[in-house]
């Protein structure tokens, strides 16, 4: 129905339409037509039904089942669900932190040594006597002694989402070791504010007090009380590159002044290179400064620490599927790459995953030590509508599980956990191997979750390891058979570690080590013996060569064994569906909105979404009854980059006053509507064609897609989103 | 105002009257519970004089300046025209005048106005220091009068030295029988402005720098000396007549001779050092003179000077002399340059150290091209596109665009473009040339996104295969359009200022970008597309074009850096190779 036929009967209810189908701007413009078959079956009561249709109403019937359970278990296990999800995303949060607390922690100690350091080269200069803090001249005249000790931490990272809560956290750390601190964002240092702005904070910040106007005279005469002056004063600066430059350096060269009455230490994350300060200030300022350089973990290695510590962490018990693991891997690798958006990613996942799954609370079990007894006394409370659809999952089905009782599911779940422990030891014994190749944990990960690559293995047998070539398990299988002496050794005692709750791997991983320990010695008495002898032969050193490749095979040989026997990715485990989240959709929609091509998708094809009678009939060809907008960006397809206005505005015309189409289309609709259709077509006068051309276009002004006619060229707009 | 103004009065009476008594404990830290010692006139007074002939020898080259001020200060109590002192930063100004007042004796009160950043800050804390406040907790920090008006300022300005020219009179008469040294010499008070060039930039037409200047004339008291101190010449400032001009005292540079004095000033082994800065000081000084530049390049140096002795007491012979500088030699050259240099830590120094220590070192230090393949900081592959793109659309003219990045294909296109090159080569190289000192040009949003998007419908093309050999890594699911976001990864570029945020264009009214980034950082980045994009058939376009790049840029190192170009050339054949 055409926008112009606003008034129609759908007017009656425009308030709860607009609620029940939660519209959007684009859909208020345009009102769909109730579907015919509902209309049919509505009849008279039309108003009241229509509140009650909701959108997935046409599959109710199918979906009363369903609906039943869900009925059931609202009530007995959604507490239960609730209760398990706060407890296992506790658990995995509080291990991110600690993760990524230990990762820096290195580094926040080294800055700490630094600072103190720092404070007593400042200290040396010249003791200040309190009598003279308060000039407000310079009283020493040594130009080293107007050097700022500037702490540089490169972040590595050009997103600074992340390091906000590292560099509040290294305030805290500081803190809690005595030093005074202020954390100033890069927003402070802005040319509206001017110093000003910063110097007030930094004020607010040590001293407690708001001044009116901030005199650094005051932090002098705070800093001078007893308490305060045996203790350095840390400034940490966030992000310099986005710092506005003048307003840096100015307050860099009043810090310097001040810096003997005043210690204060700076420390400045750096997000890119360590051409960045050079960019940024000038000259004057930059030979204040006395710089040192510290380093925090890449996002890369932090991404890998959080996956070894919380994903590959038996004890918990959320996992992610294959296309899972995939879309946060490409999502951290080309779009994002910030572990706040990736642990971000990883909650909404955790939270769908228990909304969506019925029977999720059973994964509190992996949490608990004796996770068996817990899930055995859970199973055998089960209702039968939740064990029939727990036997029903598709991994079930596929394996054709004898009986269903709670006690199978139990024993299932255990299996399914003494797989997955054995999974992440492969997965780390991968990594170890790897890692000296730089081949990331995150890689591995992905990859060793990916089903289908298990299925084939599976499949064919005789075809040895059928690894995929050039895979990242591939290349660190690779890397084993090159590995020198002492770093295999130190490789499989990690392994020996890994591989513990494997005990067949486990003896074979000790054998390997006795032997290379054996060798050791034998290399040993070897050197001894050609030192005695004075002739070290080449034979001894073919033969040494011969035993460590030896143990190299064999080290690679024994992890080509466990990806085949234990690298049995979660998704081809029966029930992996209560421990895993594998809806992938629901992740990407949360994550990216990629508005613009969604508007242009939606304009495109508009009747996907109103889903009226009038326009969905016709695939392609643009019809009247069509919204006025998405006529107008349809036809603008046919132009290139400039559309010329007139052109446009006659095809505009010629489609919506179009009369054949607009009659055949006629005879399809409702009755009801088709009268109202047939009275008023023929006279919509050129004025009201011309403010919906209008209307039409400023809408597409207003979403992104066009661009006013210019002076130069006043008769064209011109396109301004490209492609799909 | 007045009666914020009026309480402190008594109270700065008191303190004043009490001040004779504990003279003395002002000098030293106060061991008593209260951590303030009363604020007594003492305070404008520099304390422990020097004799004349240290204050000569403390300031090399500077003999002339000091003798002239002196005169003009004349002796105790006799007035003073506004002094101007001015000359380069670095010269010793404020130093002087400090020490000078130091020599002296004289009651001071010194304001800059760097710490002073604006015109309220600077009233205010020039009457703190003459009314003898104390910001502290119990008053809250705040300053003894609420001053913001130039008219306000003058008014209590007027007050307060009135008080404290009384004061000095009536200590003059206590103390003259007996300490005479303990107090300041004479009943004058000089107010000294520090950093007044900064003042013309407060608000551009305040009259602030009027006041400063027509203070002398407002105030009309003989007992206020005033001296401002600028790195400006006084041809900066006046621009009213009828104002008494101050006396202008010029600090000139140091020359090279006094340079090197001030240099061999407490060295712990002048003669090393002596031989250090014959070699090192002429280089430098044609770049600098500035003292502060100087001795901030010069430590690390001598540093790297000394390394080959084992005692640095040693007296350098001239075989050793000529040893020491064949050391040096390689990192004079590379200092010029350099006004900021990384120290790290010695306990973070093991490999990752290495291989970043400074631009200049890596350069030479690096044998393969490891370092150079990869940006040593994480950038999502989107923004690294974006970022090529932006350097093309900020590098070449909007007229190439079509021709490099039209759908036709790529065949008849290289065509066109060998013969023009056969051409033209030269007009091309004026063309390059003038394109280098014009530096990026800004470019509209939608022409990035364009480029952008020719750039990326390649690249996906390419990582779709990519999955392929990889066996599908994520690629169905998790498959995200490039083109997604692309404004978020523009801030983010904006944010890390690879990318910067012109003006709006005066004709279309929309925002232009300019790309900032350097040729190396480029380099690296289309290197890191070039791999990411080979052996992919249908990228000859944008191969062509960011080859074209590539080109350029190893012409333009291979004069720095032999082994870096050699690397590039390398992989440019390989390159080359894959396409053909």
């Not at chain 1, 064999?554 to 979660?570: F, G, N, S, W």
């Amino acid at each position: 129905m055409a926008p112009s036929a606003t008034p129609d009967s759908s007017s009656s209810s425009p308030t709860s339409d607009n609620r029940e189908n939660n519209l959007q701007p684009f859909f208020v413009l345009h009102k769909a037509l109730p579907r015919k078959s509902e209309r049919k079956a509505t009849g008279p009561v039309k108003t009241r039904r229509k509140i009650d249709l909701s959108p997935a109403s046409p599959k109710s019937s199918e979906k009363s089942k369903a609906d039943r359970i869900e009925e059931y278990e609202d009530c007995h296990y959604k507490p239960l669900r609730i209760e398990a999800f706060d407890l296992v995303w506790s658990r995995i949060e509080t291990s991110i932190q600690d993760v990524l607390r230990d990762i820096n922690n290195n580094v926040f100690n080294e800055i700490h040594h630094w600072v103190s350091e720092s404070f007593t080269a400042i200290r040396s200069f010249e003791r200040p006597n309190s009598s003279k803090v308060n000039r407000l001249y310079p009283i020493v005249t040594d130009i080293s002694c107007k050097q700022l000790f500037t702490g540089l931490v490169f972040t590595k990272n050009v997103e600074f989402v992340d390091d906000l809560l590292t560099f509040e956290e290294l305030g805290l750390h500081l803190k809690s070791h005595g030093c005074h601190v202020a954390n100033l964002s890069s927003l402070e240092f802005s040319a509206k504010n001017g110093i000003g702005g910063c110097l007030k904070s930094l004020l607010r910040q040590f001293v407690r007090v708001t001044p009116d106007a901030a005199d650094i005279a005051i932090l002098a005469s705070w800093y001078s009380e007893r308490e305060n002056c045996d203790n350095p004063l840390v400034v940490i600066i966030d992000d310099l590159e986005r710092c506005n430059g003048s307003v840096l350096a100015e307050f860099l060269l009043m810090l310097s002044e001040w810096v003997v009455s005043i210690p204060i230490i700076l420390i400045m994350g750096v997000a890119t290179t360590v051409d960045a300060p050079r960019n940024i200030l000038p000259s004057n300022a930059l030979q204040r400064l006395c710089p040192c350089k510290f380093t925090l973990g890449s996002p890369a290695e932090r991404m890998d620490a959080i996956i070894k510590g919380v994903l590959l962490k038996p004890c918990f018990g959320f996992n992610v599927g294959y296309k899972v693991a995939g879309f946060l891997r490409n999502y951290f690798l080309r779009q994002d790459g910030t572990l706040t958006s990736f642990i971000r990613a990883l909650k909404i996942a955790c939270v769908k995953h228990f909304l969506a799954e019925p029977l999720s609370f059973l994964l509190e079990g992996i949490l608990d030590e004796d996770s068996h007894y817990f899930w055995s006394e859970k199973c055998a409370l089960l209702p039968e509508v939740m064990l029939k659809s727990a036997f029903d999952l598709p991994s079930c089905k596929r394996d054709k599980m004898a009986e269903q009782t709670g006690e199978n599911l139990a024993n299932g779940l255990s299996e399914l956990k003494r797989l997955r422990k054995n999974w992440i030891s492969a997965v780390l014994c991968l990594y170890e191997a790897g890692k000296c190749h730089k081949i990331q944990l995150l890689d591995i990960f992905c990859e060793a979750l990916d089903p289908d690559f298990f299925n084939k293995r599976a499949s064919d047998h005789q075809s040895g390891l059928g690894l995929r070539k050039g895979g990242f398990i591939c290349q660190a299988v690779r890397k084993v058979r090159d590995l020198p002496v002492a770093r295999l050794c130190q490789l499989i005692k990690i392994w020996e570690k890994n591989t513990d709750g494997i005990t067949e791997i486990h003896s074979k991983v000790k054998e390997l080590l006795s032997m290379l320990k054996f060798e050791d010695n034998d290399k040993s008495l070897k050197q001894d013996l050609s030192h005695t002898s004075k002739r070290p032969t080449s034979r001894s050193h073919l033969y040494k060569d011969k035993g460590t490749k030896a143990v190299n095979e064999k080290a690679a040989i024994l992890l080509e064994c466990m990806v085949r026997d234990y690298l049995q990715p979660i998704e081809c485990t029966p029930f992996h569906e209560i421990i895993c989240f594998s809806n992938v959709d629901i992740l990407q929609s949360a994550l990216i909105g990629d508005p613009r091509r969604t508007i242009q998708v939606d304009l495109l094809k508009s009747h996907n979404y109103l889903q009226c009678s009038c326009c969905s009939k016709s695939n392609n060809s643009l019809l009247p009854s069509m919204h006025d907008t998405s006529i107008m960006y349809t036809l603008a397809q046919e132009h290139g980059d400039l559309i010329n206005l007139h052109d446009w505005y006659q095809s505009f015309k010629g489609t919506i006053t179009c009369p054949t189409i607009k009659g055949k289309h006629k005879m399809k609709q409702s009755p009801l509507s088709k009268k109202r259709k047939t009275n008023e077509s023929p006279d919509i006068s050129e004025a009201s064609i011309q403010a919906r051309f209008c209307r039409a276009v400023t809408e597409l002004q207003i979403t992104g897609l066009l661009r006013m006619p210019s002076k130069r060229r006043p008769d064209c707009v011109q396109r301004v989103a490209f492609g799909l | 105002m007045d009666k914020e103004g009026t309480p402190p009065i008594p109270k700065r009476t008191t303190r004043s009257s009490s001040s004779i008594t504990p003279s003395k404990n002002a000098a030293k830290p106060p061991k008593t519970s209260d951590p303030y010692p009363p604020s007594t006139l003492n305070d404008l007074i520099f304390g422990q004089p020097i004799s004349l002939d240290s204050l000569l020898s403390n300031f090399p080259g500077r003999r002339i300046q000091i003798l002239e001020l002196l005169r003009l200060l004349g002796p105790p109590n006799s007035p003073l025209l506004p002094l101007f002192i001015y000359g380069g930063s670095s010269t010793g100004k404020t130093s002087i005048v400090l020490q000078i007042f130091r020599h002296l004796n004289r009651p001071f009160v010194y304001s800059s106005c760097r710490t002073c950043y604006n015109p309220r800050i600077l009233f205010e804390s020039t009457l703190n220091q003459l009314l003898l406040h104390r910001r502290k907790v119990v008053n809250g920090y705040s300053s003894a009068k609420r001053c913001e008006r130039p008219a306000d300022f003058v008014n209590y300005l007027r007050e307060a030295l009135n008080d404290v020219l009384t004061n000095l009179k009536g200590h003059l008469r206590k103390s003259s029988s007996e300490k005479l040294e303990e107090r300041g010499n004479g009943r004058m008070i000089y107010l000294i402005f520090d950093n007044v060039e900064l003042v013309r930039e407060w608000d551009k037409s305040s009259g602030i720098t009027h006041l400063l200047f027509e203070l002398y004339d407002i105030l009309k008291m003989p007992e206020v000396g005033l001296i401002f101190i600028s790195s400006t010449s006084p041809d900066t400032y006046y621009s009213s007549a009828g104002v008494v001009e101050p006396i202008p005292v010029l600090f000139p540079d140091y020359t090279e001779d006094v340079l090197c004095q001030i240099f061999m000033r407490n060295q712990a082994n002048p003669k090393l050092y002596s031989s250090f800065l014959d070699v090192i000081l002429r280089p430098f000084c044609r770049i600098t003179r500035r003292v502060d530049e100087l001795s901030t390049a010069f430590s690390p140096l001598f540093k790297k000077y000394c390394e080959p002795l084992s005692d640095l007491g040693v007296v350098p012979s001239e075989d050793m002399k000529r040893r020491l500088f064949c050391h040096l030699q390689p990192h004079i050259a590379a200092s010029l340059n350099e006004i900021f240099k990384f120290e790290s830590q010695p306990s973070l120094e093991a490999e990752a150290n290495k291989e970043k220590f400074t631009r200049k070192c890596n350069m030479r230090k690096v044998e393969g091209g490891e370092a150079f393949d990869e940006m040593d900081f994480h950038i999502s592959t989107s923004a690294k596109y974006l970022l090529i793109s932006a350097f093309l659309a900020s590098r070449n003219p909007a007229t190439l665009d079509a021709s490099l990045f039209d759908s036709t294909g790529g065949s008849d296109n290289r065509k066109r473009r060998r013969k023009s090159s056969g051409k033209s080569i030269e007009q091309k190289e004026s063309a390059e040339q003038e394109l280098l000192m014009k530096g990026p040009g800004s470019f509209p949003l939608e022409r990035l996104l364009a480029i952008f998007q020719c750039i990326t419908s390649v690249a996906e093309g390419s990582l779709e295969e990519d999955q392929q050999e990889d066996g599908g890594l994520g690629a169905e699911g998790g498959d995200i359009g490039l083109m997604s976001d692309v404004l978020l990864q523009l801030s983010t570029l904006c944010n890390a200022n690879f990318i910067s945020k012109g003006g709006s264009c005066p004709l279309e009214g929309s925002t232009r970008y300019r790309s900032t980034v350097g040729e190396e950082m480029a380099l690296k980045n289309s290197i890191w597309c070039l791999r990411s994009l080979m052996a992919k058939p249908s990228f000859s376009i944008v191969h062509s074009y960011l080859t074209g790049t590539l080109q350029k840029l190893i012409s333009r190192f291979e004069n720095d850096c032999h082994i870096l170009g050699n690397w590039l050339t390398e992989s440019f054949d390989c390159y080359v190779i894959v396409q053909i």
